[in-house]
């Protein structure tokens, strides 16, 4: 029973991770079709971001909160404005620049903060399952992935800002017709996109401590988790996160995280070549 | 829009040039630097003969790298003469490549999802082999080593004669002759209809499957070539370094590999070496010194390749030609049109 328990945490854990992680990927390709393949880097940023801020004495909460996304957002901005705006609707040739950019960023923070992994505190304490030991701040992750996607769809829904987003993203030159500009609609989704990713690396920054190169390891799996997904932002990113999430836990706990890992690449490959739209390509076509 | 760019030709002086030069080097310089450059290039000769010229962009190109490299150094702890090894470290990638493309391209998957897929692939190769640690993992007599990799597996021979290792120098040439050897395999494709239903296919595939072309078998078999060649590449470099890690299967690999292709020059096969030769002797260099980020510069390299040379060096150099030619023979047709005119001027 208690380990039932364990086990339907770490897949909710799992889910949000991969929720909280794409999510400003997500919003940049199914707005825009760019994929930033600085993403991860972005999310790296963020990280860095929060630990220096709390380093600096600032609370950690309002450095994960507000510090980073507002960091890597400006960030976000100078790169769209230098090297992501000149390359619209060139989808390779974009991927290129900004996996050019990864190393870039790769190489600038190692400079500045060297080749050595930093870490902070979780600032939640652990708690018990019956017999088993549990993760505290797990659960503030879970709770964060929720209010994100919960706002995402609220804003892109029911606000102005979102109706005209939703348009841009079905057909821009429309939008253009009716008087709103596609280059500021698009500097300012790239520069959410980047917030959003900021945030992430700071809420994910207590759990896995950073190094440069951290950004490999969340870029995969947001670039999976969004282009299986499809071009519907917030229905893609959450069905796929909870496929992949829920297969990625349960084959670790069944055997190792590696397999449980691989079953999870695999079964992308799988939803590829049988839904080569994504997910959202061939089910819940009028989702946001 | 862009000048070019069919198939091209050899030009057969150029290449004996060439040839002469790779093979005077070694009276000039040491070789294991050249030898790891020329094992690049090759490696970059077959990620640009499938991109440049049949349109398809793998960002996984290191699975099959990686993929012949893995598959000589299990295979020659197993089997004592190396040839057969070889040949296997050419044949598993093709196979596997195979089997991938036909996946892929039968089931109508192109640009991003083609790149997601064959990251995937490379991704889940790579997690794998970092988890293949202890004892229960081994193929043969071949332990697979987990994030430590296959060390001190006896290298490649001269064929027959298991005890005459090749090293050295003579290892260059060895390198070399497979570089050069590939480079008139990849000219011999192009040279044939293979090739240009490929450039066809790279222009418009609807065009070309209207026309009758099976697209997806052309497409998966210019898939398995340029993995047969990947995995030569990374058979050669196994042998280079006396050990092969998951490393080979890396993210950095893969990148590493677009940006020669992409710096050298699309739909050229000069270009991708070059960029190779070029980029990886910088890579060489940069490694000798601590004070500049390998990584800060090539990022930078890249990103500007991509906003002010997207097509590459090697194109941008046709092109910048081609115009030279053109306002040559305009500036030509304007003087003949000048010096008739002034003859008619005469004669009245």
Known sequence: MDYAAVVLLEVCYMIAFLALISAGLAIVFGMMRVINLAHGEFVMLGGYATIAASKAGINIYFAMLVIAPVVVGVIGLVVERLIVRFLYGRIIDTMLATWGLSLLLIGLVTLIFGNTAVSVPAPIPGYQVGRYQMGGYNLFVIAIAILLMLG????????????????????????????????????????????????????????????????????????????????????????????????????????????????????????????????????????? | MSPNFGVGRIRWNWFAAFSALLAALPLVSETHTPTLLAIWALFALSLGLMWGYAGILSFGHAAYFGLGAYTYAIASFNIEESTVPLLLAIVVPALVAAVIGALMFYGRISDVYLGVMTLVVTLILNRFMNATAGDAYRIGNARLGGFNGIPAFPVLNVPGDPSNQIYGTSYYYLVIICLLGAYLIARAILANAFGRVLVGIRENDLRMELNGYNVPAYKTAIFAISAAMAGLAGCLFANWAEIVTPGVFSLGQTAEVLIWVIVGGLGTLIGPMLGAVALGALKVALGYQTTVDNSLVLGIILILMVLLIPRGFAQAFVAARQHFAQSQAQRRRARTHRRRLSLQEADR
């Open chain 1, 152 to 288: 995402m769809w609220l804003v892109l829904r029911y606000t102005r800002v979102g109706l005209v987003a939703r348009g841009a993203m079905q057909g821009a030159d429309v939008v253009a017709a009716l008087g709103h500009n596609p280059k500021t609609i698009y500097m300012l989704t790239f520069t959410a996109g980047a917030a959003l990713s900021g945030l992430a690396g700071g809420v994910m920054a207590p759990l896995t401590g950073l190094l440069p190169s951290v950004g490999g390891a969340y870029i995969a799996k947001a670039f999976i988790t969004v282009i299986t997904g499809g071009a519907a932002v917030i229905a893609g990113t959450l069905s796929t996160s909870a496929l992949f999430g829920t297969v990625n836990q349960l084959v670790s706990f069944a055997s190792t995280p590696v397999i449980g890992e691989i079953a999870m690449l695999a079964l992308a490959l799988v939803l590829l070549r049988l839904m080569p739209q994504g997910v959202t390509g061939r089910l819940f076509r009028n989702s946001t």
